[in-house]
């Protein structure tokens, strides 16, 4: 099949498991709910009428397996992984993660007979978003034998454990570990939507992920007196709105004055929260990312005595409460290369992009090479139902997808 024609069923597969939902009319998709088997029944139907054998991991993940050439032996042949996520956000749109699971798919149907000096093994990851639990990546840290068999006790919000919600879908949580990938492993690859608007911007429909920028979290609270907002004098108030509204703009100049670095309050939390009343305590959060742990880190220190100095000006009292650090994860440079050239050979420039967001690569990047292609997405939009990919830039990651496995192919192994 022309990579054009199967761009268009990629697109129509993608649009048609957004429908697998847990709420009528939107996209929402938890872990291991009714809607993510029905999603498993499509894809399985699929993958083994494209000559994949299909299996579910004990995590909850797909497979389909793709067999090498004659003369390589499948239980010991290298395998390429190509996979993504199956779970979205609530209110999600119909392309983030999905579409690099169909894409891996569809590549397997567009090489036709054609095999390759190793097995291709598509896999569809069950959980990336962590909406169900709380936390992320429990689909490829089974993959990278790096799950945390602890969290088997952790509970959704109806109560229910990891552990009985895996068994009622039918799976053996205690063989998780088998869930991880084999030795033969040579690579893990992922198709993924930008979720941003720089391809938009440059007007290229694909770009290779050089690094999975590293992320910081806290939570800063400013502490100050709350009074009456008719009768206190703006001398005398130790107003912690006011403290946050400045340090949330020391925030903004850091970002702006750091090369590659974003820095994001998200949410704020006044109290008392009344529109005649002075604040007197402001809750923040800070998302703070970079490629270089080293100018993260360095930004995040600035901004932490940032806020220090302007709770002494304001007669203030700043708290501050560390929730995450994330290392940046490099992507394989290898694997990347070949990227780049399976790109321009496909007929399109070459070019490299940081991931600002987290993905399933940055897991399995622990156990084997890993690489990441970026496909433009409309606006830039993402988690969001207008979420939108073209299908010319689809086909064009296709194609681009075929050159690599050729690039994998070419490799020499002993």
Not at 178 to 183: G, H, I, L, R, S
Not at 227 to 234: R, Y
Not at 256 to 280: C, D, H, M, R, Y
Not at 393 to 411: Q, Y
Request: aromatic share 6%.
């Amino acid at each position: 099949m022309r990579s054009v024609e199967q761009a268009t069923e990629v697109v129509r597969w993608c649009r048609r498991l957004a429908t697998f939902s847990e709420a009528p009319g939107e996209t929402t998709r938890r872990f291991l709910t009714k809607p993510m088997r029905e999603v498993h029944t499509a894809l399985a139907t699929w993958m083994a009428r494209v000559g994949m054998a299909v299996r579910v991991d004990a995590i909850g993940n797909i497979h389909g397996i793709y067999p090498p050439e004659v003369s390589a032996t499948p239980a010991t042949a290298p395998r390429l992984f190509i996979g993504s996520h199956l779970d979205t956000v609530p209110n999600a749109g119909a392309f983030d993660g999905i579409l690099g699971v169909v894409m891996g798919v569809a590549l397997v149907e567009m090489v036709g007979s054609k095999r390759f000096p190793f097995a291709i093994e598509v896999v569809g990851f069950s959980d990336e978003e962590g909406v169900r639990f709380g936390t992320p990546f429990l689909g490829s840290h089974a993959l990278a034998g790096s799950f945390d068999m602890s969290q088997l006790d952790l509970r959704d919000g109806q109560g229910r454990s990891l552990r009985e919600v895996i068994r009622d879908f039918g799976l053996e949580p205690g063989r998780i570990p088998d869930a991880q990938a084999p030795p033969t492993a040579i690579g893990y690859f992922e198709f993924h939507i930008e979720q941003g608007p720089v391809l938009e911007n440059l007007n290229l429909p694909l770009a290779v992920v050089d690094v999975i920028a590293g992320q910081s979290r806290a939570a800063v609270t400013f502490t100050g007196s709350s009074g009456h907002a008719g009768t206190t004098p703006m001398k005398l108030r130790k107003d912690a709105l006011a403290g946050a509204a400045a340090w949330i703009m020391e925030v903004e100049r850091e970002a702006i004055s750091t090369q590659g670095l974003v820095a994001t309050v998200g949410s704020i939390e006044v109290e008392p929260g009344a529109g005649n009343v002075i604040a007197g305590r402001a809750v923040l959060s800070l998302d703070v990312r970079h490629p270089a742990d080293q100018m993260r880190k360095a930004a995040l220190e600035r901004l932490r005595k940032a806020a220090e100095e302007i709770a002494g000006r304001r007669g203030l009292e700043v708290g501050w409460e560390s929730r995450l650090d994330q290392g940046s994860v490099p992507m394989d440079q290898t694997l990347a290369s070949m990227l780049d050239r399976a790109i321009e050979q496909a007929g399109f420039p070459a070019h490299r992009l940081t991931s600002g967001a987290g993905h399933d690569a940055m897991v399995v990047a622990s156990r084997m090479p890993s690489a990441m292609m970026f496909l433009r997405c409309q606006n830039g939009i993402s988690h969001h139902p207008a979420e939108n990919v073209r299908e010319d830039d689809v086909a064009a990651a296709l194609d681009a997808g075929v050159k690599f496995l050729d690039e994998i192919a070419r490799v020499p192994r002993g």
